[in-house]
């Protein structure tokens, strides 16, 4: 009886040692979460969030700091693929959905600083020192770093319009009815 | 020919007697035409001219621009007094870049391109060249540009040339009266595109209920033996193209693919008419043939009008209004959208305006869905409406595109039928456009990773050329320096 027993926690003490050290040494330094939700996110690290980078971004949506909502220049899309691999439910009617923007320079106040040029993370400013900039409507997308760092003012944030092509048909409204 | 039955459909009142028997007339020109940049599908056409210009009849006005684009010409002879924003005639109610154009009621021709006198020793390219210059979209509806239908012949080993008469939407006429009375033109036009398709046959599908069209298409296709006139059975929604080329070949068109993977390509009868006018006179597309009807309008007529006339110009032409209408619609009742006014212009896709009394419209409240499944049995596409539309209310829109609401074509069976009156194809259409923005949103996000990546990598490579820069500045110092020190050291 003794000899089980005395047996027994032996080998249970050292199982359980190795597998303490084990743990230890063998431990993954990231959560593979993070990668896949940093794989999700724009990757312009345009700081909108309030996180230094899509990266620590990713970080906070792991750790379940972050809401889904987290990203501004993303929009619905990406709250919809975040919410779905985070297996949370995004509440987007509570999300304030300003609609994609974009940057515009008016041409009368630029100075020529390229202040906007070294902010944009995705090169869709053109212009050179003491010359007028221009932002490439196509590739802006609206992250609104330029509008920050502006000295003159001159950069303003516009609505996307709604075109033909991009109009679509609102959700019926039927009432309460059930099917 | 043998014939193949398609799945579901419907049989609504076609109410084609209000117009059928009323010939063709032409609309006096108009003072003032607004003739759109975009009234087809793709990229909207650039402007070539500005205010204070003069142009001919048959000008180029706007040039296409892109691969799927039309260019657009000017309907009559005048002066261009804007290119500005009117309001489209599109549900939205939505402005879009238009060209006014005042009229000088001289209506002088400019100069036209050649005509192309024998088309079928041509080659193909100068069909297609002149079908694309002279502005040629799909006339059924959807304005799809004509030449790059015609140049599915080049990919792909094509058949049959379908020239679709089904007109199967009710109250439209105009389709019925272009076969009546042209009937010589649409086989002709049709045969110079399936010379330029590079396909040996074409069969002209006609619904049944259409006799003396079919009479006199029959008529002048006889001495053609590879041009056949069918008539198809009466049966909502047959003017489909996939529809269509099921009922003639039996094969069913693969979601995401087009008719033309099977060997079918559909063109409409007013597409082949113009097609013919363009090839044989040089003639651009300037007019159409549109059916005005409804209960509420006084005279319904049948008329060719000039790309850009007001719609409120077409009303008046009919005698105006007898009762108060309750919706005006643009296009057929079934897959038509509704007017936001009288005072947007008629656009190269435009089949019909319609203005329905009360009596016409079904405005019931929607109830509950009592599950009896009517909707899934008559779905021509074979898809289960009560389904997609309890997802879609709920928000699982990736579900109801699991069930394959992509592949619903809008054709309103389900909502036709449905005793409860739940607006399904609405929710279809709904959902339809909620996916493509999601889809536009993703592209978006791919573009902006795609370009910070390069705008990284950029970044590294100029540290590393200054880098490389410093440190060849350095050597070079210093073999400055050690040679003056060697210099010293000699000296």
């Known amino acids: 009886m003794l000899v089980a027993v005395g047996s027994l926690t032996v080998m249970g003490v050292a199982l359980g040692g190795l597998l303490g050290i084990a743990a230890r040494l063998l431990a993954v330094e990231e959560n593979p979460l993070e990668e896949e939700l940093k794989a999700m996110l724009p990757g312009s690290n345009c700081g909108q969030c309030g996180y230094v980078g899509c990266a620590l971004a990713a970080a906070a949506l792991a750790k379940g700091e972050a809401p889904v909502t987290v990203c501004p220049p993303g929009g619905r899309a990406v709250a919809e693929t975040l919410a779905k691999k985070l297996g949370v439910t995004a509440d987007l009617s509570a999300h304030e959905d300003k609609g994609p923007e974009y940057a515009f320079i008016e041409e009368d106040l630029c100075i020529g600083c390229t202040r906007c040029i070294k902010e944009c993370t995705v090169d869709a400013i053109v212009g050179a020192t003491k010359q007028m900039h221009v932002v490439i409507n196509e590739a802006c997308h609206g992250c609104a770093k330029c509008f920050k760092v502006c000295p003159t003012d001159a950069i303003k944030m516009c609505k996307v319009p709604l075109t033909l092509s991009t109009w679509h048909w609102a959700k019926p409204e039927v009432g309460q009815t059930l099917h | ?491």
């Open chain 2, 1 to 491: 020919m043998r014939l193949f039955p398609i799945r579901g459909g419907i049989h609504p009142d076609y109410r084609k007697e209000l117009a059928s028997e009323q010939a063709i007339v032409s609309l006096p020109m108009p003072a003032t035409l607004y003739i759109p940049l975009q009234q087809h599908i793709g990229a909207p056409a650039e402007a070539q001219v500005a205010a204070g210009d003069l142009v001919k009849k048959g000008q180029l006005i706007a040039r296409s621009q892109g691969a799927v684009s039309a260019p657009q010409h000017a309907p009559t002879s005048g002066r261009i007094s804007a290119v500005t924003l009117v309001p489209a005639p599109h549900p939205s109610g939505l402005a879009q870049l238009t060209i006014i154009l005042e009229a000088d009621g001289r209506d002088e021709w400019g100069e036209l391109p050649e005509a192309i006198a024998d088309p079928f020793a041509a080659p193909a390219q100068a069909i297609k060249d002149r079908v694309a210059a002279s502005g040629i979209v799909g006339m059924g509806g959807a304005a799809f540009p004509s030449a790059v239908k015609l140049n599915l012949g080049i990919q792909l080993k094509l058949d049959i040339l379908l020239i679709n008469g089904a007109e199967c939407e009710p109250y439209l006429t105009c389709d019925d009266r272009v076969m009546r009375e042209h009937a010589a033109e649409v086989i002709d036009g049709a045969r110079i595109m399936a010379h330029a398709l590079g396909a040996p046959r074409v069969v002209v599908a006609i619904e049944d209920n259409k006799r003396q069209a079919l009479a006199a298409m029959n008529k002048a296709a006889a001495e053609y033996p590879n041009v056949a006139v069918i008539a198809v059975p009466v049966q909502y929604p047959m003017g489909s193209e996939r529809h269509l080329t099921q009922a003639i070949t039996g094969l069913e068109t693969p979601a995401k693919k087009l008719t033309a993977d099977l060997g079918v390509v559909v063109h409409n009868v007013a597409t082949a008419r113009a097609v013919h006018a363009a090839v044989r006179f040089g003639r651009p597309l300037l007019s159409r043939v549109l059916t005005v009807s409804g209960g509420a309008v006084r005279n319904p007529k049948n008329i060719e009008v000039p790309i850009g006339t007001k719609v409120a110009e077409l009303v008046a032409f009919c005698g105006g209004f007898k009762s108060e209408p309750s919706r005006l619609v643009n296009g057929g009742p079934m897959m038509g959208q509704p007017l936001p006014s009288l005072d947007v212009p008629v656009v190269k896709g435009t089949s019909g305006i319609l203005a329905l009394t009360p009596a016409e419209v079904n405005d019931a409240q929607a109830g509950p869905c009592i599950r009896c499944g009517t909707c899934v049995t008559i779905c021509p596409c074979g898809l289960s409406p009560v389904e997609m539309a309890a997802f879609i209310r709920k928000d699982k829109l990736d579900v109801a595109a699991r069930l394959g609401v992509q592949d619903c074509v809008s054709c309103g069976s389900c909502s036709w039928i449905c005793p409860s009156h739940i607006p399904l194809v609405h929710y279809f259409n709904y959902a339809k456009g909620m996916l493509m923005e999601q889809n536009r949103e993703e592209r978006k996000i791919e573009r902006t990773k795609t370009l910070a990546e390069a705008h990284a990598i950029r970044l590294e490579q100029a540290a590393l050329a200054k880098k490389a820069a410093m440190d060849a500045k350095l050597a070079a110092a210093k073999d400055k320096a050690n040679a003056v020190a060697e210099e010293q050291a000699g000296a």
